[in-house]
């Protein structure tokens, strides 16, 4: 079987860091645990484009501004705001909740989860938003294309309020070039370094482009290479085998972006638990997003055909209030959610090592 639904009624502290408990359980009560199923939105409405972050005009700047600015004024009594957003992250990130009917707790990282759920939090984190200026179905969220050149720095508005986030390191502010193979090693004390690769702005640009080949090409020939092991119910319960892409670039930009004043967990996006605090978090994940379409159409619209995959559910409130219980099977298509990406090239598919 699939993993479980998680058992909204059993959040509890939880571990963000191997030394560190988080409380990131939403105030709630029994009647907060009502749902719908997940419909899908109309066929006729015009798609939301997302664009990529330097292509982003002055009117749209404003207007996401405006919702995002309302998004961090609303209580947190309220599951669309920004802290409530952010959490959402927190919880499933942490095990915070158990599965329905069992012990074990539900973590959307490292497995095949991870692609499907992180288009399922920000699909309605973009509803949210939109539906915060005056009903705008059409709002898209920009995405960070950092596997391009024109994109391998911060972009520019996540620079200035109210997208400019403190916990940060300063030292890879623009015109810093991103290192998509940032590492930092653990050890078991405190030292656990990262290090700076040293190289000059187009050497860095090249090796992103050599190590994007391979997370989406070389080193992802195959389905569970790039999606992540099963993570299914019960026996044996997680598993521990991320994706390519998750483990690179996915996890290298968010401790890349995160604090060198927080060594070794690099919050806040350094660190599942703290990640989504950070308005970049969002712009990140639509690239995963659009990067996971990719993949499978250079790979033959190659999908999971397996049904503990397929019917694995899990609950997102949308703009109106309503808590959506939503399966994987529902967000295989793009079209039918009604988001689209604005096309750009792939200059890392010429850069075979
Ligand atoms: Cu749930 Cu980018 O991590």
């Given at each position: ?27 709630m009560n ?43 004024s ?23 909740y ?35 200026i ?72 090249y ?23 099963p993570y ?6 997680s ?42 978090f ?22 999971i ?5 397929l ?43």
């Amino acid at each position: 079987a699939g993993v479980l639904l998680p058992n909204l009624t059993s959040c509890h502290e939880s571990m963000g860091r191997s030394d560190l408990p988080v409380y990131c359980c939403p105030p709630m009560n029994q009647s907060d645990v009502a749902f719908i199923d997940f419909q899908f939105p109309d066929p006729s409405l015009p798609l939301r484009v997302r664009r990529p972050t330097h292509l982003l005009d002055e009117n749209y700047i404003a207007k996401y501004k405006k919702a995002i600015t309302i998004m961090k004024s609303l209580p947190d009594t309220d599951p669309r705001s920004y802290t409530r957003q952010a959490n959402l992250h927190c919880l499933f990130c942490t095990g915070a909740y158990n599965q329905q009917d069992s012990n074990s707790p539900l973590d959307i990282h490292r497995s095949w989860l991870f692609f499907p759920w992180h288009r399922m939090l920000i699909y309605f984190h973009e509803r949210i938003l939109g539906g915060l200026i005056i009903g705008d179905d059409t709002f898209a969220l920009p995405f960070w294309p950092w596997d391009i050149p024109e994109g391998m720095v911060i972009p520019e508005m996540y620079m200035k309020a109210p997208f400019f986030h403190e916990a940060r390191d300063i030292s890879h502010f623009p015109p810093s070039v991103v290192d998509l193979d940032y590492s930092c090693t653990a050890s078991s004390s405190d030292d656990y370094g990262c290090f700076e690769s040293g190289l000059g702005p187009e050497d860095q640009v090249y090796t992103n482009l050599v190590m994007m080949y391979n997370q989406m090409v070389a080193g992802a020939k195959k389905m569970e290479l790039f999606m992540g092991c099963p993570y299914k119910a019960g026996e044996g319960g997680s598993c521990n085998g991320p994706g390519t892409l998750e483990l690179a670039p996915h996890n290298t930009v968010h401790k890349w972006v995160g604090s060198n004043l927080n060594p070794g967990s690099r919050e806040d996006m350094g660190v599942f638990y703290s990640a989504a605090r950070d308005p970049i978090f969002y712009p990140h994940h639509a690239n995963i997003d659009r990067l996971w379409e990719v993949w499978t159409k250079l790979h033959g619209n190659k999908v999971i055909t397996d049904p503990d995959w397929l019917d694995s559910s899990f609950f997102f409130y949308d703009e109106k209030l309503q808590l959506n219980k939503i399966k994987i099977r529902d967000v295989l298509s793009i079209t039918r959610l009604r988001y689209a990406y604005e096309k750009v090239d792939f200059p890392w598919l010429n850069n075979r090592p």
